[in-house]
């Protein structure tokens, strides 16, 4: 009787590991570094770089707290620093600010240029079917860098979503400051 109720239970058990495993997502978010702005990721065509008009299909849209500065105005003490190298337009996301990068279409990919990365800075994907993903701080760059907010690093970090479709980018920031350019991605055909 001992043996036939542990087998129950060990069977209950697999059968709950099995529905845990058919639960999960169906693919990962696979994120992969480059050390400098250009060239984009293979596949990858320009969005926004906050310089030139923004693709078709796609809206980009800020609250007060966000908005788009010159990197040839190098360093805002203590509000924004350009990315590394960038002397053209990025955006800025301070404390309680938002941009948000909308989509028509799907997105299989994202990246963008990062400068400073910080422990308060946010992106979260949103997609089909509820798909929702969040990366904060280090993790953003797959915490492959510090989130120091050392100014030196800069870095075009690009997501591949797998199975899942985006549709809507919403960066975030509960600091001064968020700052990145160059908006890039692969839109489903």
């Known amino acids: ?14 059968a709950l590991a099995a529905a845990v495993t058919l639960a999960a997502p169906a693919s990962a978010l696979t994120i992969t570094l480059y050390p400098n ?9 320009m969005i926004d770089d906050f310089d030139n008009a923004i693709a078709a ?7 007060a707290n966000a908005y788009v500065r010159s990197g040839a105005l190098g360093l805002d003490n203590g509000v924004s620093a350009p990315p590394p190298g960038d002397v053209t337009n990025y955006e800025t996301v301070l404390s ?5 990068l909308a989509t028509s279409g ?6 963008f240029y990062l400068g400073s990365p910080d422990a308060y800075n946010t992106v979260t994907f949103y997609g089909l ?10 993790a953003i760059l797959g915490a492959a860098v510090n989130a120091d907010g050392d100014q030196g690093v800069g870095r075009r970090v690009s997501y591949d979503f797998g199975t899942e479709r985006v549709n809507r980018i919403v960066f975030a920031s509960s600091g001064n ?9 692969t839109v489903q055909a």
């Open 177 to 185: 400051s968020f700052e990145f350019d160059s908006l890039a991605g």
């Open 96 to 100: 309680n600010g938002l941009a948000t």
């Open 129 to 138: 079917g509820g798909y929702q993903q969040t990366l904060s701080g280090a």
């Open 1 to 14: 009787m001992q043996n036939r109720t542990a087998l129950r239970a060990l069977m209950a058990s697999a």
């Open 57 to 63: 299909g796609f809206t980009f849209t800020q609250n």
């Open 37 to 45: 702005d250009q060239p984009l990721p293979v596949g990858q065509t």
């Open 106 to 111: 799907l997105l299989t990919s994202f990246s």
